[in-house]
């Protein structure tokens, strides 16, 4: 079993920073909804000053109130609160917080940056592990897991590690009609103690997972990174989509999750070294985890291409072409017998094969 399997399966979640308004709302009462749908098998606590109960759900003035053992807490109170809620977890005994809150090194503020640090070092003194901050934390449909609404509790083959919440939340958005179904998916953020690489080497070995995607905004700890992708790429199909590619998608980046971008030439090549795929959006993001799930695995890189106009079948040759796949000629029995069934004029039978003629007639 990963070193990390604990943290997706959680037996019992306190969440802290809870709205008392009914509406459930983007914060704390979002994760509650969100749990409550997928239906969670465990307790749910709920961290709230005054409220004494929220969505049918008692409330507690502190996790030091809670009667029970709290594995998970999810955090969801202003950033200058976290060192105390953090010192609280170390109290209970909690062993992972999920820091949704954002104010931290990705304010470009150094006294929040410098809050971070010292939070992170805390935390790993205590042995608690922290997923974020500035991130949606964990959607695991087996566990009952999820971070935001409509997420389904039906299980599958993709594991997704992604800097951004939403464009997690996205992806699967997107993915679940074309009947992608995810493993675990993890929002990490400014990933300040779990990054990217843990993630990548926790998929690699997880039995669940057969099929990892990554959304990217900047590199931590690039050699670790290089080792980790490369040891996932080696046991599973890696699909990575990079942002950050332009000097304003660097900017954006670096004040989303405190990112830095990198080379992108470094990544590519990071890429072809680990075997994993590099695409330009979440739409091919998709497409691609569509296509390893359903797709059965080629043979080998000849293709043939069947198309219904000249021009489309040059440009699918390029982009096969371009994929480091084959079209070679047909064989001549083969192309014999595609001629005495096709028109002589406006056909093509070598590879691609143009049938145009053929729905002329």
Known sequence: MPALDYIFHPRSIAIAGVSAKETPGFGGGGFVQSLQDIGFRGPIYLIHPTAPAIRGIKCYASLADVPDDVDYVISSVPARLVPQLLE???????????LFTAGFTETGDAERAKMEQTVVARAREAGIRLIGPNCMGLYVPA??????????????????VSQSGMNAGEFVRYAIPRGVRCSKVISFGNGADLKAADFFDYFADDAETEIIVAYLEGIQDGPRLARAVRK?????????????????GTRAASSHTASLAGSLQIFDALCRQAGAIRVESLEELVDTAVAFQFVKRLAGPNIVVVGGGG?????????????????PALLPETQEALAKVTAEAGTSIRNPIDTTSLWLE
Not at 88 to 98: A, G, P, S, W
Not at 232 to 247: F, M, N, Q
């Open 88 to 98: 609280d977890c170390i109290k209970k005994n909690v062993r992972v917080l999920h």
């Open 232 to 248: 996932a790429g080696a046991a599973k199909p890696v699909v990575i989509l990079k942002s950050g590619r332009t000097e304003a």
């Open 311 to 327: 021009g489309a079948s040059v440009l699918a040759a390029d982009d096969l072409d371009a994929a480091g796949l084959k079209l």
């Open 143 to 160: 566990a009952r897991l999820a971070m935001m609404q409509e997420q389904i509790p039906e299980a599958g083959p993709v594991g997704m």
